[in-house]
């Protein structure tokens, strides 16, 4: 598991209930990808006193709800998304996995929270579609 860098707050309104966490430092999460979908884990705390969330989505939600956000993406201002490089970076490096010839390179992780030149947005945004 990973270290969780920013936060993450879950929110579940049932009937009648309502309970929401913030996972932030020194919270963990994992993610990855199985032959059915995403699986998302995140958990803070350790033993008895451990909380955790447990997500699995199924790819072709997935892949809709990666449509919805290039579409949301491209209606607000680039200036207005913070860590806009580093979601360009990530969307690039899923696209590489997800290519046919797996000898592609990733794209390196970074931190590099720069904006990105308008060819880079109009890139993600051909690539989020």
């Not at 449509?67 to 990530?90: C, D, F, G, N, T």
């Not at 990733?106 to 904006?115: I, N, R």
Request: hydrophobic share 45%.
């Amino acid at each position: 598991m990973k270290s969780i860098p920013e936060k993450a707050e879950i929110i579940l309104n049932y009937a009648g209930r309502f309970d929401s966490k913030i996972f932030h430092r020194p919270s963990r999460f994992d993610a990855h990808m199985d032959e059915s979908g995403i699986v998302l884990t995140l958990s803070h705390g350790q033993d008895s006193r451990r909380r955790s969330v447990n997500m699995h989505i199924d790819s072709v939600l997935f892949a809709g709800i990666l449509r919805e956000l290039a579409k949301s993406a491209a209606k607000v201002a680039p200036e207005k998304i913070s860590h806009r490089k580093a979601l360009a970076q990530a969307a690039s490096a899923l696209t590489a996995a997800l290519a046919p010839a797996r000898h592609l390179p990733l794209p390196a992780e970074t931190d590099d929270l720069a904006d990105l030149t308008a060819e880079e947005e109009v890139t993600l945004l051909h690539i989020l579609e």
